[in-house]
């Protein structure tokens, strides 16, 4: 038996994942309110067929309807056989016509011999609009011993008129980590010997399918002899083990272009540029997740992004390298990319065509970021920039002074060459006046 087969759980307690999908079943088996048609939809190996199968032993069990089956009685026994008499699975897809749906229809009025006549009809969007109208009747009055369970990997081809018919349940792709977990715990039941990182490549490669994740687990046990390391892996899968990927980062984030295309050159002597592209991003995904003390998250997000375009660049193009190496190029200068974007994202609006700050964006906004004291003194002042100088009015002496202390920053934010700053005259007299009263008053105490 493959291990995909060997694994398919038997109960609810053991399926990965689709907690809120398990939750709600197993709440109506134990309420005993009973969905009488179901859709379960989802991308491939994601646990559709599993949770079926499962919810019909629930249904059919001698202390059922529940949702936890004894797994004892004759119905139990008949599941793991895998020989239900009132289980029946169809498989839409060899199975589309009209024909097949009078066929159940005719079966319907003989009563089940357990609780349920339970119809797992697979890849359902693949019946014809005939069967699909010949269903509908079926779906309308429905025996109360009789329960549907459609279920599809392309939820959007069934019609309106039978989708209305139909509790709906989204299957999700599963993540990478809990496609890891549940390998290790295959490999710990089977003894098999696998590294951490191989575990990731095969799940990265499996893309949310638990499915696909356990034949490849079983190809590449049967090819390493129970020993799998990323070297297995990325002989056998056509995958660059994430070291590769480790090394050309670190000269990305160097900004040294040269270097890393000489190393991203010699991968693709042996990868595609798809294969170098698409694996950069599982690898990218991967080290987000995790802490990094030389990247921040923004970085590593900002990396994914022009890694995501880059992998977009590469496919259906006849110059997939050119691509790579623009887009190698764009990331060697990815930190750069961050500051702008970090600064346009508070102050400017981006043209999505050009790509250029169309906003222009007030120094004052920015100074008021970087140096918040100096924008406060600022703002008591009156100033003006023209001809590359900028000349301020201060209010008093003390503001003066702490503008001067800063000139570098003024320059810089503002983008002039020179300032001249000073002290406007009334308030200079004002601050005299009010100095000399203050005197005056002491002297007369
Ligand atoms: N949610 C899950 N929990 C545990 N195993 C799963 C899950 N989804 C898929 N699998 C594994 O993948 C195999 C195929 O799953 P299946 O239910 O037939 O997927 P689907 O019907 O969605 O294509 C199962 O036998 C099992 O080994
Ligand atoms: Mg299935
Ligand atoms: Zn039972």
């Not at 959007?156 to 999700?172: E, G, N």
């Not at 590769?244 to 984030?253: G, R």
């Not at 006849?318 to 990319?337: E, H, N």
Request: charged share 30%; hydrophobic share 40%; glycine share 4%.
């Amino acid at each position: 038996m493959s291990l995909a087969n060997k694994y398919r759980p038997k109960d609810f307690s053991d399926v990965v994942g689709q907690d809120f999908i398990v939750r709600v079943l197993m709440r109506a088996l134990d309420k005993k309110e009973i969905p009488h048609s179901l859709l379960f939809a989802g991308p491939r190996g994601v646990g559709k067929t599993t949770v079926a199968r499962i919810f019909a032993k629930g249904l059919n069990c001698e202390v059922g309807p529940t949702s936890k089956p004894c797994g004892k009685c004759k119905f139990c026994l008949e599941f793991e056989k895998g020989t239900g008499v009132d289980v029946v699975e169809i498989d839409a897809a060899s199975n589309r016509g009209i024909e097949n749906i009078r066929e159940i229809q005719n079966q319907l009025k003989y009563l089940p011999l357990s609780r349920y006549k339970v119809y797992i009809v697979d890849e359902a969007h693949m019946l014809t609009n005939e069967a699909f109208n010949s269903l509908l009747k079926v779906l309308e009055e429905p025996p109360s011993y009789v329960v549907f369970i459609l279920a599809t990997t392309e939820p959007q081809k069934i019609p309106p008129t039978v989708m209305s018919r139909l509790q709906k349940f989204s299957f999700k792709p599963h993540s990478v980590s809990s496609i890891v977990n549940r390998l290790k715990y295959v490999c710990s039941k089977e003894g098999i010997y696998a590294t951490e990182e191989a575990l990731r490549m095969i799940a990265q490669r499996a893309e949310g399918s638990l499915r696909d994740a356990l034949v490849l687990l079983e190809q590449l046990s049967l090819f390493s002899d129970k020993n799998i390391t990323e070297k297995e892996v990325s002989q056998m899968l056509g995958m660059i083990p994430y070291e590769k990927y480790e090394e050309i980062l670190e000269y990305i984030v160097k900004g040294d272009f040269k270097t890393t295309m000489d190393k991203v050159n010699a991968l693709l002597e042996e990868f595609s540029p798809q294969e170098f592209a698409s694996g950069f991003i599982g690898f990218l995904e991967d080290r987000l997740l995790k802490k990094d003390q030389n990247l921040s998250f923004e970085e590593k997000t900002m990396l994914l992004r022009m890694a995501l375009d880059m992998e977009y660049h590469t496919r259906d193009t006849f110059s997939p390298r050119s691509w790579i190496t623009y887009d190698i190029a764009r990331m060697c200068s990815f930190k750069k990319v961050v500051n702008i974007d970090e600064i346009t994202r508070r102050f400017g609006v981006i043209d999505k065509k050009t790509n250029e700050i169309v906003d222009k964006t007030d120094p004052m906004d920015i100074l008021r970021v970087r140096k918040p004291s100096l924008a406060a003194y600022l703002e008591n002042c009156k100033y003006s920039v023209e001809n590359g100088i900028m000349k301020i009015v201060s209010p008093d002496g003390i503001t003066k002074l702490r503008i001067e202390e800063s000139r570098d920053v003024l320059k810089e934010v503002f983008g002039v060459d020179d300032i001249e700053i000073e002290v406007a005259r009334s308030q200079e007299k004002k601050f005299k006046d009010i100095f000399e009263e203050i005197k005056r008053d002491w002297e007369r105490i």
